[in-house]
């Protein structure tokens, strides 16, 4: 079973900034049709933060991304990275990697809102203080 890896989490000060990574594990790398990064506050509901279809016909952020987030993704690796600049405390959760969607015809903001992904990451925590 191939899994959805995730490193990169830490913590940093307010205005700090941090690099998330998701990789597939094991030595096959399976592509998907999406992948995006997801997060959940203690207390609070997974949210969507930021997604694309790997064919290159979307991409979402979340409006409380504010241009802050960029997402990219890696075809040869398999493999999509989160750059999250000027980070405030409320950024502060566990940040998931999830992949493969239903179909790239769906809205992604559709499918990013009902967390319609088949496969997750354990998740790597983002602390700001």
């Known amino acids: 079973h191939v899994q959805l890896v995730e490193s990169g989490g830490g913590s940093v000060q307010a205005g700090g900034s941090l690099r998330l990574s998701c990789t597939t594990s094991g030595n096959r790398r399976r592509s998907s049709n999406c992948m995006g990064w997801f997060r959940q506050a203690p207390g609070k509901g997974r949210e969507g933060v930021a997604a694309l279809y790997t064919d290159g016909s979307a991409t979402y952020y979340a409006d409380f991304v504010e241009g802050r987030f960029t997402i990219f993704y890696d075809n040869a690796k398999k493999a999509v990275d989160l750059q999250m600049n000027s980070l405030k405390p409320e950024d502060t959760a566990l940040y998931f990697c999830?992949?493969?969607?239903?179909?790239?015809?769906?809205?992604?903001?559709?499918?990013?809102?009902?967390?319609?992904?088949?496969?997750w990451g354990r998740g790597t925590q983002v602390t700001v203080s």
């Open positions: 999830a992949a493969d969607c239903p179909s790239t015809r769906a809205s992604l903001k559709v499918v990013v809102t009902a967390l319609d992904f088949g496969r």
